[in-house]
């Protein structure tokens, strides 16, 4: 009987111990920590741009191999879709139409996010081979890369100068 009581009393201290000394180790802490840091190591995904009259939802590709791929996984945009290619610096990126199935306006940005050089137009290239593909090369470096449904950019009169408002 001593021993049942000594056993009860060792675990009603141990509970005691935990409830005085284990508030700060809850679990719900290290979830709510744990979502915390990966809400803060999540890229974003898209982003709106606005040109004048233009708004445009935009995927950003600002990987290496996001940059490779671009719009060929895409077999059309609507009006309002596009995709945004992000640098980690200002160059004159050259551009092609790799595996992309529709038309499209290339517009390059520059670091103060002003358009630089547009490409209308620009035709996809089904039938060529990888060295055969026209190769699209802004005026100016750029840090930003814009592609839109082709005609978009004359319709809405983009001009080089002009300011483009998103955020990353």
Do not use: C
Request: proline share 4%; glycine share 6%; aromatic share 8%.
């Amino acid at each position: 009987m001593k021993k049942d009581l000594a056993v009860i009393a060792g675990l009603v201290l141990v509970i005691v111990v935990f409830i005085i000394f284990g508030r700060g180790f809850s679990t719900g802490q290290f979830i709510t920590q744990t979502a915390t840091d990966s809400a803060q190591t999540q890229k974003k995904e898209s982003t709106q741009i606005t040109i004048k009259d233009l708004v445009i939802q935009a995927k950003i590709a600002d990987e290496p191999k996001e940059h490779q791929i671009g719009l060929a996984d895409y077999s059309s945009l609507s009006l309002d879709e596009g995709m945004l290619f992000v640098f980690d610096k200002s160059a004159s990126y050259m551009f092609w139409m790799k595996d992309v199935e529709f038309a499209i306006d290339i517009i390059w940005i520059d670091e103060n996010k002003k358009i630089v050089d547009i490409a209308p137009n620009v035709p996809p290239e089904p039938d060529k081979g990888e060295k055969d593909l026209t190769r699209y090369k802004p005026k100016s470096d750029a840090k930003y890369v814009l592609e839109i449904n082709a005609g978009v950019s004359s319709l809405h009169n983009l001009q080089i100068g002009d300011q483009v408002a998103f955020e990353l």
